[in-house]
Each structure stands twice: as structure tokens, then as C-alpha cells.
């Protein structure tokens, strides 16, 4: 799209250029890169000047409109009007807290997101000085996207560290394995192949898992309600890929998704510590 002067004359044109991401005190920030395309500025014309520009963003999903914030430039803007026509690119900055970043990431359930993107600023050309702007819209790549996420380290305090033997049993291996790709898909926004690797990464080690007890409930021992913790674990994992109670395909939402991929790196960090110290 475009911005022009108050003549009307067709001034700079901008798409979206890319995306990254940073870790703040508190936050996180998104840099988003926009490439303005100069055009040649006519010797019979006033030069022309942009300036004081701002970038709002608002993510679409489903055809509604969801505003994040007003991304603020990197410099000031001061952007001239060229004998020849020139490229020139910017990023603007959108700070966000954590849980908007959170609502973010439930709002595009795993779709690559759509963003709309408005950029305003002041034109000068001559003695006149008027208000311009013009919107856009870019889909972000699952890959770019994923990236950012990365680069602001969110979400990375899933990344537990697991006790590991320095040659660790061929099971526990298969099963961290297992939670690699879960978490993987965590940042893809794929809960249900979250949560159907975590079934993997448990069934890779059950076998080292004694018996269910027998005895009553409340006469259970901590180990014994340990196992018992991760049996009832792996049954609700066992709902991924499968139908429910009315033939609908089961499906988990972000936060259920983090629930049993943190639970199951604390019964596979269990296992393999046990049999660590055997």
C-alpha cells in the first residue's frame, strides 16, 4: 500500500518485510520490519518529507479484528523524497506482557497468523503538512513465527532439565525423544501432537513402573501413588487421535497441552533418576 502527498502524488510504498523477537524484564518485544519503496520525486514537484510515524497492529483470526498495541520505530522517521527512487527499511517495536503474548498464542491455535498492519505518519510537501495513512495485511510463516517465539526465550521455562544417567537407559532416551517433539510442537501450536507425544515419551518407559497396587487407596505408599499419578496420566494422553463419548475427534487446548507436557516431564524425570541411582 501506499502513502501520498497532499497533491496526491503517490510518495512511498510499504509491505511487510519481517518479524523477530527479543526478551524483556518482564515482557517480551516484537520488532516487526516494514520495506518503504521511494518513489522518484519529480523536479516540477515540492519535495516531500514523511515523518512522526506509527505502526498499529491487530492480529485477525475467524474475520474479527483483535488490536495488540501501537508499535513505535526503532529511529525517528524522517523519510525525503529522492531524484531517483530508493529502498529503505524500518522496524517499529511492540512490547507485550506475558499474558498477552499467552492470548495471543490461544487466539491463532495453532494457524500461521494473519496480521493487519496500519501504518500512519505526517507528509510535508511545500508549505502543506497533512496526516497520511494506509493498512495492510500479511499472513507470518509458521517458521518465522516459531523463530520469534524462540528468540524471545517464551515459554522456555518448559525446558526442564531432566536427570540423566551419563549413558542413560535406551527407553528414557526414546522417551526424552519424544519430549523433544512435544515441545516442538508446543511452538507450532499443535496441542493434540503435543499431547499424543507424551503419550510416546510415558509408554516408552512404563515398563520400568511396577504393578498397580492392589491394596486400598488410602493405604498407598508415596511410591505407589507416584505410579498411580502417571497411570491416570497416560489415560488422558490416550485421548489424543481418538473419538469421544459422540464420535467428535478429542481435542486439547494451550493450556491443556502445557499441563500434560510439564507432568509428563516430571514422571519421566522421576523414572530416570530411579533408575539412575539402581
Same mark, same amino acid.
Given at each position: ?14 509491505? &511487510? ?10 515482557? @517480551?518485544?516484537?520488532? /516487526? ?16 518529507? *514523511? ?13 474479527? $479484528? ?11 522517521? /524522517? ?18 506482557? #506475558? ?15 494473519? *496480521?493487519m498492519f496500519k501504518l500512519t505518519g505526517e507528509v510535508i510537501e511545500g508549505e502543506q503538512r497533512h496526516t497520511r495513512s494506509d493498512s495492510i495485511s500479511a499472513t507470518v510463516s509458521h517458521e518465522m513465527w516459531i523463530e520469534a517465539l524462540q528468540q524471545m526465550? &517464551? ?29 516442538? &510442537?508446543? @511452538?507450532?501450536?499443535?496441542?493434540? !501432537?503435543?499431547?499424543?507425544? %507424551?503419550? =510416546?515419551? =510415558? !509408554?516408552?518407559? !512404563? ?12 493405604? /498407598?505408599?508415596?511410591? !505407589? ?10 489415560? @488422558? ?8 463419548? $459422540? ?22 524425570? %522421576? ?5 539412575? #541411582?539402581?
Amino acid at each position: 500500500m501506499s502513502i501520498t502527498t497532499p497533491t496526491s502524488y503517490q510518495f512511498i510504498e510499504f509491505t &511487510f518485510a519481517g518479524l523477530s523477537g527479543t526478551e524483556l524484564v518482564g515482557g @517480551y518485544l516484537l520488532r /516487526w520490519s516494514l520495506q518503504f519503496d521511494i518513489t522518484n520525486h519529480d523536479s516540477v514537484r515540492a519535495s516531500a518529507e *514523511f515523518i512522526n510515524a506509527r505502526l498499529d497492529i491487530a492480529l485477525e483470526v475467524d474475520g474479527q $479484528i483483535r488490536n495488540l498495541g501501537t508499535a513505535v520505530p526503532e529511529q525517528p522517521v /524522517w523519510i525525503t523524497s529522492q531524484p531517483r527512487s530508493t529502498k529503505h527499511s524500518m522496524l517499529f517495536d511492540l512490547p507485550l506482557t #506475558s499474558r498477552a503474548l499467552e492470548s495471543l498464542e490461544q487466539l491463532r491455535a495453532g494457524s500461521p497468523p494473519k *496480521f493487519m498492519f496500519k501504518l500512519t505518519g505526517e507528509v510535508i510537501e511545500g508549505e502543506q503538512r497533512h496526516t497520511r495513512s494506509d493498512s495492510i495485511s500479511a499472513t507470518v510463516s509458521h517458521e518465522m513465527w516459531i523463530e520469534a517465539l524462540q528468540q524471545m526465550k &517464551f515459554r522456555s521455562a518448559l525446558v526442564y532439565e531432566t536427570p540423566f544417567a551419563i549413558d542413560p537407559d535406551e527407553t528414557v532416551k526414546a522417551a526424552h525423544k519424544a519430549m523433544e517433539r512435544a515441545n516442538h &510442537f508446543l @511452538y507450532r501450536g499443535d496441542y493434540d !501432537e503435543v499431547v499424543a507425544k %507424551c503419550r =510416546i515419551a =510415558i !509408554e516408552a518407559v !512404563e515398563t520400568h513402573l511396577p504393578g498397580s497396587p492392589s491394596s486400598p487407596k488410602k493405604t /498407598w505408599t508415596k511410591d !505407589e501413588r507416584l505410579v498411580g499419578i502417571i497411570s491416570q496420566l497416560k489415560s @488422558y494422553t490416550q485421548l489424543a487421535h481418538h473419538l469421544d463419548e $459422540i464420535g467428535a475427534q478429542t481435542q486439547f487446548n494451550r493450556k491443556e497441552a502445557i499441563f500434560v507436557l510439564t507432568s509428563t516431564i516430571g514422571a519421566i524425570a %522421576c523414572i530416570a533418576e530411579d533408575l539412575d #541411582s539402581k
